[in-house]
């Protein structure tokens, strides 16, 4: 990470022009420090979750994740053209930051206005929307001379972002149940003409490899954070006994169990992959391998969470799991091992097989978590997780 100023890269030059980053950027503290929101935002995605309880509940949920993560990659390719070490970007991430955290604090009520204060789906939407502007603003800035890159934000934002706020704030209107399918329907379109226009114009640039693979792996991290809280929050309440701890130690393991199938050998990998390529190879890898594949990866996680949540909220009982816990946390892990092996095979070229062959192990298993205790439920989990490491690990050549 840095702090100080880089003189790598483009100089900034006129009046409101932001410096081009170098090759060498990494990622500063205040790029970590904007994350922070994030790992409120995921927090509340899972609240939101929990409450309602419901397939359709998780379905919205993960709708508004997908909108956080929309306004969280679209300032990771940012602060790759522009470091976050200048005045210009600490500004305008800050008034981000608080665009994002309003929004954050709407999802609770994103889909049911709570009584009293502002009208919260639409609150939600307008915050969505301030950081959007922000980020293009921003990238305009910091795109200077590059007639190819301000040519890509600006047709970004005409044909993707703004007929797809315009369908957000349709589906407020509207609301329920309208307003979960056009939600989707809006994020679907943004994320698809995203990608097709981002094939055809071919503006974007990766300047620093470290920066990006690194920026990507700390998002998994505060992901990974929101498992770790997770294990508390069921049981934040009760007073500390051996389910407990046995539980706690079993819902720790798997969360390192995820660490390290994804920083074990595959972070390393993918930054590797985007040094052997270069321009529009580069950046068409950073699209598919992280700004669209590491979505399903922060998804898993989020999901397994719920699982491990609810899981320790019932760990001393000896009743059945139940259905919801089970399909959350086998979903989850399943996301997030298959998202891994589409990673890999991105990367490396190959399918891993083993990945492979533990997702639908993943899958299946779900039947089995449903009609065990919590406690065993935990136990199968972190069995497989550990099944699929361990022998992808010895099938590795050395």
Do not use: K
């Amino acid at each position: 990470m840095q702090d100080v100023p880089s003189t790598s890269g483009t100089s900034g030059g006129r009046a409101g022009r932001l410096r081009t980053a170098g090759e060498s950027n990494r990622v500063t503290t205040f790029e970590l420090f904007f994350d922070l929101v994030y790992v409120f935002a995921f927090t509340q995605v899972s609240r939101l979750m929990a409450d309602t309880h419901s397939a359709f509940g998780i379905l919205q949920a993960l709708i508004v994740l997908a909108l956080m993560w929309w306004t969280w990659a679209a300032f990771g390719w940012l602060a790759n053209q522009a470091p976050a070490d200048q005045p210009g970007m600490r500004v305008g991430m800050t008034a981000a930051m608080i665009a994002v955290f309003i929004a954050a604090l709407t999802i609770p009520e994103a889909y049911e206005d709570l009584p009293g204060g502002w009208n919260g789906p639409l609150v939600l939407v307008l915050a969505y929307t301030a950081v959007r502007v922000i980020h293009a603003t921003l990238y305009l800035a910091a795109a200077g001379e590059d007639a190819g890159l301000r040519r890509q934000v600006l047709v970004t934002q005409a044909v993707a972002m703004v007929p797809a706020v315009g369908a957000l704030l349709v589906g407020v209107w509207l609301g329920s149940p309208w307003q979960t399918w056009i939600w989707l329907a809006a994020w679907l379109y943004d994320a698809g003409l995203t990608y097709l226009s981002s094939r055809r114009v071919g503006g974007w640039r990766i300047h620093s490899t470290a920066h990006w693979a690194e920026r990507y792996g700390l998002v998994v991290i505060l992901a990974l954070g929101e498992s770790i809280v997770a294990i508390g929050v069921g049981v934040a309440r009760e007073p500390i006994g051996p389910a407990i701890a046995v539980g706690a130690a079993l819902a720790v393991v798997l969360s390192v169990l995820l660490w390290w199938a994804y920083f074990g050998r595959l972070a390393e990998a993918g930054e590797h992959a985007l040094e052997r390529r270069s321009d529009a190879a580069r950046v068409q890898l950073a699209i598919d391998a992280y700004t669209y594949v590491h979505l399903v990866i922060v998804a898993g996680v989020v999901l397994a969470a719920l699982g491990v949540e609810d899981a320790m909220a019932h760990i001393a009982e000896a009743e059945p799991y139940g259905w919801f816990g089970a399909s959350a946390l086998a979903a989850g892990l399943t996301a997030y091992v298959a998202a891994t092996a589409v990673f890999a095979r991105l990367v490396e070229g190959r399918w891993p097989v083993v990945r492979v062959l533990g997702t639908l192990l993943l899958a299946a298993s779900v039947a089995v978590l449903a009609v065990v205790p919590s406690m065993a439920a935990l136990a199968i989990a972190v069995v497989l997780v550990t099944a699929v490491v361990a022998v992808e690990g010895a099938m590795r050549p050395r």
